[in-house]
T-cell receptor, first 116, second 114 residues
Framework: KQEVTQIPAALSVPEGENLVLNCSFT??????LQWFRQDPGKGLTSLLLIQSSQREQTSGRLNASLDKSSGRSTLYIAASQPGDSATYLC???????????????FGKGTHLIIQP | EPEVTQTPSHQVTQMGQEVILRCVPISNHLYFYWYRQILGQKVEFLVSFYNNEISEKSEIFDDQFSVERPDGSNFTLKIRSTKLEDSAMYFC????????????FGSGTQLSVL
């Protein structure tokens, strides 16, 4: 059974710093991996999606990497801002021959606070 | 930007009662999902729905749960006889097609079973 772990559980850094969030998964047979942002009282917002054949994806100040063989992904946030404060979730989609299963397996998230 | 809409935002019910949670996915999307998040826990997959039938479901989605797309716009989750442990935030999500896999989530319905 796939297990997704995110470290650290919480992180507080001053504004302007670059930071890295970590995600690990136990079963490397994944179809893709997504990073989401969750704000209090709101739904999840997809930030980046990496296909199993890709090594990284970038969107603005965000860069996500994937090392499928070692079961790891990182989310790099450059020049952090107070508006980046949120919980960041990593989720994997199981793969099988011919495609991917529908359901995502989520980590518990990293609660990020950017201090002004 | 198009969004997934969920109603109600909060639902309080008595144990043993039936509840229906409602969702309006993004209009041209084809794949629909329900997830839930118990307070302090991970987001958990419940069920996926495509082409008017369930395509995958988790162990959580037992006979007490059902989903329906009664018309061209709504997608509902029914819990027949609620239990205390059903208390959670329930999220609806949708996505376009096999090529576009980005998942769009609604803001959730907070279900409290008393």
């Amino acid at each position: 059974k796939q297990e997704v772990t995110q470290i650290p559980a919480a992180l507080s850094v001053p504004e302007g710093e670059n930071l890295v969030l970590n995600c690990s998964f136990t079963d490397s047979a994944i179809y893709n991996l997504q990073w989401f942002r969750q704000d209090p009282g709101k739904g999840l917002t997809s930030l980046l999606l990496i296909q199993s054949s890709q090594r990284e994806q970038t969107s603005g100040r965000l860069n996500a990497s994937l090392d499928k063989s070692s079961g790891r992904s990182t989310l790099y946030i450059a020049a952090s801002q107070p508006g980046d404060s949120a919980t960041y979730l990593c989720a994997v989609r199981r793969g099988y021959s011919g495609g991917g299963a529908d359901g995502l397996t989520f980590g518990k998230g990293t609660h990020l606070i950017i201090q002004p | 930007e198009p969004e997934v809409t969920q109603t109600p935002s909060h639902q309080v019910t008595q144990m043993g009662q039936e509840v229906i949670l409602r969702c309006v996915p993004i209009s041209n999307h084809l794949y629909f999902y329900w997830y839930r998040q118990i307070l302090g826990q991970k987001v958990e997959f419940l069920v996926s729905f495509y082409n008017n039938e369930i395509s995958e479901k988790s162990e959580i989605f037992d006979d007490q749960f059902s989903v329906e797309r009664p018309d061209g716009s709504n997608f509902t989750l029914k819990i027949r006889s609620t239990k205390l442990e059903d208390s959670a935030m329930y999220f609806c999500a949708s996505r376009g097609d096999r090529v576009n896999e980005k998942l769009f989530f609604g803001s959730g319905t907070q279900l409290s079973v008393l």
